[in-house]
């Protein structure tokens, strides 16, 4: 390994819950999870945070459910250790890739796939809250960089004629 690119990984703080939802890795057994048993927080910066409702955050899997009102949206950038797929229960979400400029509208629904190490944003363009079901397998966080610091590519149209 590259001891200088390894000093300049900047690991997260994570909450002591992560990984430990809804028990220990090492304490596992199946359980029903209750309103009561879940985390509820926030994610983003800035004056557009979202919801975020934790079911199940484990060494294996991690399940939660967001949503996001008309005009906010995720940020910074987000990235996971594994894939993570969305389904859409309501609302209209536009996801966009700022490495490769691509953009994806989920619609109530909707299923969505997210490879693990794929930058991503959510945005809401529409007029009503959207509402998120998140699964990530194995692995929502892991030792990489979640800090975003490249330019994000954003593309346009070109103009009609």
């Not at 991690?62 to 894939?83: L, N, R, V």
Request: glycine share 8%; charged share 30%.
């Amino acid at each position: 390994m590259n001891e200088d690119k390894d000093k300049n990984i900047k690991k997260a703080k994570v909450p002591e819950w992560m990984g430990n939802l809804p028990f220990p890795p090492d304490k596992k057994r199946p359980k029903v999870i209750r309103k009561e048993d879940v985390v509820n927080t926030v994610y983003g910066k800035g004056d557009k945070p979202i919801k975020v409702t934790i079911v199940a955050d484990t060494n294996r899997l991690y399940f939660s459910d967001y949503s996001i009102k008309p005009g906010g949206w995720f940020e910074p950038p987000d990235i996971h250790a594994g894939d993570e797929v969305y389904y859409c229960l309501e609302g209209e979400a536009t996801m966009f890739d700022p490495v490769n400029g691509d953009t994806f509208v989920l619609k109530e629904g909707d299923g969505f796939l997210i490879p693990k190490g794929t930058w991503h944003v959510g945005y809401n363009f529409g007029d009503k809250p959207f509402r998120l079901l998140t699964i990530i397998a194995p692995k929502a966080w892991a030792d990489l960089n979640v800090n975003f610091e490249g330019k994000q590519a954003f593309y346009k149209a070109e103009p009609d004629n």
